[in-house]
């Protein structure tokens, strides 16, 4: 890609990210590492990063709302969302473009006011209803094609941090 080129692309994500009002991220491969630790037990385990709930705690002091829509359940997750402030965190979610619908309707938000952060598979149809699509640097090649923006870091390693400071900065700007 030329020079302008990368200067045009740049252009337009900040102009996307300009207008959202609404961040949504996935929970899973986005912001923890995608792997879950299993005990002998059946509980489960995972890791968040903690620069990723600073820069979440910052994108809502921005005045960007931020929801959380994941396929799989975790209360340690839910409970750690909400330690952050986040009051939208839908868990074991099977229909997330539905509850991006409801979510949006609820906010008379249109697409272009959504960003939403995504790493596999299951996320391509929500980030197709968002008007700025984020993926995590190590998401799978078809949601990295369908994104708007891939951060530099992969998910659960500071990726969500990078996403809020794309926002917050074009935020700040507009």
């Known amino acids: ?103 949006s309707a609820a906010r008379g938000l249109k697409a272009a006011q959504i960003a939403v952060m995504g790493d596999d598979l299951p996320d391509l149809e929500i980030m197709s209803h968002a008007g700025l699509a984020l993926a995590v640097a190590d998401a799978v090649p078809e949601v990295r094609r369908a994104a708007h923006w891939v951060s530099a870091l992969p998910g659960g390693h500071g990726a969500v941090r990078e996403a809020c400071e794309l926002l917050i900065a074009a935020v700040a700007a507009d």
């Open 1 to 103: 890609m030329s020079f302008l080129n990368r200067l045009d692309s740049q252009y337009a994500v900040s102009a996307r990210a300009a207008a959202v009002r609404l961040a949504v991220f996935d929970v899973d491969g986005v912001m923890t590492d995608g792997k879950l630790y299993l005990g002998p037990d059946g509980s489960e385990t995972k890791s968040m990063h903690v620069r990723d709930g600073l820069g979440l705690k910052r994108l809502a002091e921005a005045g960007v709302e931020i929801a959380v829509i994941s396929g799989r359940p975790s209360p340690p997750v839910a409970a750690r969302l909400s330690g952050l402030g986040i009051d939208e965190v839908h868990m074991a979610c099977d229909d997330k473009p539905g509850r991006l619908a409801d979510l």
